[in-house]
């Protein structure tokens, strides 16, 4: 079994996971409500796509 010769240090560790922290999703508006939406996906609040509408959405 392989075992380490010496210890890592705090640098060479955090230098391996520097890519490891998640980021937050990025929030645009919906062009055709104005409520906020994630890019690239069908808006909760209308369900509409690039100005179709992709789903239906019951309002309340």
Do not use: F, L, Q, W
Not at 24 to 44: D, F, K, L, M, Q
Request: aromatic letters at 2%; charged letters at 30%.
């Amino acid at each position: 079994m392989a075992v380490p010769k010496k210890k890592t240090s705090r640098t060479k560790r955090n230098t391996r996971r520097s890519h490891d922290s998640i980021t937050a999703p990025s929030v645009g508006t919906c062009p055709e409500c104005g409520s906020p939406a994630e890019p690239h996906r069908v808006c909760p609040e209308c369900g509409k796509y690039k100005g179709k509408e992709v789903i239906v959405v019951e309002e309340s």
